[in-house]
């Protein structure tokens, strides 16, 4: 059974109009990540929760926004999409222990 | 932060060949993960390895946290292995920095 579920598979939106990615786990871990992975691209972690606590990377623009209403769920919102925000986006789960990807949202922007 | 570099960037490989990937990082880690990304972009854990050997089946992989560098090892590679191949090391709260990949084709 999937142990990472990203919703949806992909996502279409228009230029400059919010969306909103969602993820939740199985496995009851404390800590949840958000990666962007562009074409041909390794992914980049743009965000993670450890519980409650929302850690930015410093370099993730403030376009991207994060959600964490409890434990199974996470949510990745981008308020205003650009054309250079489409990408794959994974959500993940796992500290000190493998890391389990969800199959990823692949976002794109018309 | 942590540099992760990865080699080769490609290879091309007949079925039954064996491979090696090697995984080099700028820093002490206490995090080193290998992932395989197939053609419909899942990322799968194939280890988490930061220090000593593991095998699973044809795969095995090797970190030696000392000298920062871990090798993945493929043997008799079947076409089912092409895809992405991921380095990915870290520190704090499990955060992972990717190598670029190697980009895996198996032909048969």
């Known amino acids: 059974d999937a142990m990472v579920i990203q919703n949806p598979r992909y996502q279409v939106t228009q230029f400059g109009k919010p969306v909103t990615l969602s993820c939740s786990q199985t496995l009851n871990h404390n800590v949840m990540y958000w990666y962007q992975q562009k074409s041909s691209q390794a992914p980049k972690l743009l965000f993670h929760y450890y519980d409650k606590d929302f850690n930015n990377e410093a370099d993730t623009p403030d376009n991207f926004q994060s959600r964490r209403p409890n434990t199974s769920f996470c949510f990745l919102d981008i308020r205003s999409p650009g054309l250079g925000d489409a990408a794959m986006y994974l959500c993940?789960?796992?500290?000190?222990?493998?890391?389990?990807f969800g199959d990823g949202t692949r976002l794109s922007i018309l | 932060g942590i540099q992760v570099e990865q080699s080769p960037p490609d290879l091309i490989l007949q079925e039954g060949a064996n491979s090696t990937l090697r995984c080099n990082f700028s820093d002490s880690v206490n995090n080193l993960q290998w992932f395989h990304q197939n053609p419909w972009g899942q990322l799968i854990n194939l280890f988490y390895?930061?220090?000593g050997t593991k095998q699973n089946g044809r795969l095995s992989a090797t970190t030696v946290a000392t000298e920062r560098y871990s090798l993945l090892y493929i043997s008799s590679s079947q076409t089912t292995d092409s895809g992405v191949y991921f380095c990915a090391a870290g520190t704090s709260y499990g955060k992972l920095t990717f190598g670029q990949g190697t980009i895996l084709t198996v032909h048969p």
């Open positions: 993940a789960t796992g500290l000190g222990a493998p890391q389990h």
């Open positions: 390895i930061p220090s």
